[in-house]
């Protein structure tokens, strides 16, 4: 059964410092990985999406790589900004194309001015 | 830029009611989700649907849940008699067949069983 965990829970750090935030997941055999940004008691906005074959996507100041034999994919924040903060979740799809998104429990940032 | 709709945002029922949550998933997407995500936990898939059937369904998905396609452009999700563990939001996603396949999120209902 896959298993998608990310590193660290909460992340707290000055405006302006680059920033990783980290998922694993247990198996392999995925179809492709989105990053997501969760605000407090809002909806999910997609950030990123990286299918199995490519090693990363950028958007901007963002950045994320997929490892897939090692089951490792990071989310790189440059510069970053007050507005960043929020909840990151990272999440995979196995199934086909049309596979059902399992989800990390999310890391937390918080980018103080 | 069109994305998915989701009403009510807030609906706060008694345990034992029976409560209807409505989506409007995108217009051309062909495959549609719901997940849940109880407070503090992970988002949770519950069910995908695809040409009038649903696809693929979590063990979450027991008999008090059902889902709908009442017309061409809403999907319900159906909770028969709601418990206190039911309390979560509640997200559809959908997504288009000749995509890269990624799933577009609604904003979610926060369901509160009283």
């Known amino acids: 059964k896959q298993e998608v965990t990310q590193i660290p829970a909460a992340l707290s750090v000055p405006e302006g410092e680059n920033l990783v935030l980290n998922c694993s997941f247990t198996?392999?055999?995925?179809?492709?990985l989105q990053w997501f940004r969760q605000d407090p008691g809002k909806g999910l906005t997609s950030l990123l999406l990286?299918?199995?074959?490519?090693r990363e996507q950028t958007s901007g100041r963002l950045n994320a790589s997929l490892d897939k034999s090692s089951g490792r994919s990071t989310l790189y924040i440059a510069a970053s900004q007050p507005g960043d903060s929020a909840t990151y979740l990272c999440?995979?799809?196995?199934?086909?194309?049309?596979?059902?998104?399992?989800f990390g429990k999310g890391t937390k940032l918080s980018v103080k001015p | 830029e069109p994305e998915v709709t989701q009403t009510p945002s807030h609906q706060v029922t008694q345990m034992g009611q029976e409560v209807i949550l409505r989506c409007v998933p995108i217009?051309?997407?062909?495959?549609f989700y719901w997940y849940r995500q109880i407070l503090g936990q992970k988002v949770e898939f519950l069910v995908s649907?695809?040409?009038?059937?649903?696809?693929?369904k979590s063990e979450i998905f027991d008999d008090q849940f059902s889902v709908e396609r009442p017309d061409g452009s809403n999907f319900t999700l159906k909770i028969r008699s709601t418990k206190l563990e039911d309390s979560a939001m509640y997200f559809c996603?959908?997504?288009?067949?000749?995509?890269?396949?990624?799933?577009?999120f609604g904003p979610g209902t926060r369901l509160t069983v009283l």
């Open positions: 999440a995979v799809k196995g199934g086909g194309s049309q596979g059902n998104l399992i």
């Open positions: 649907f695809y040409n009038n059937e649903i696809s693929e």
């Open positions: 996603a959908s997504i288009s067949r000749g995509s890269l396949n990624e799933q577009f």
């Open positions: 198996d392999s055999a995925i179809y492709n």
């Open positions: 217009s051309n997407h062909l495959y």
């Open positions: 990286i299918q199995s074959s490519q």
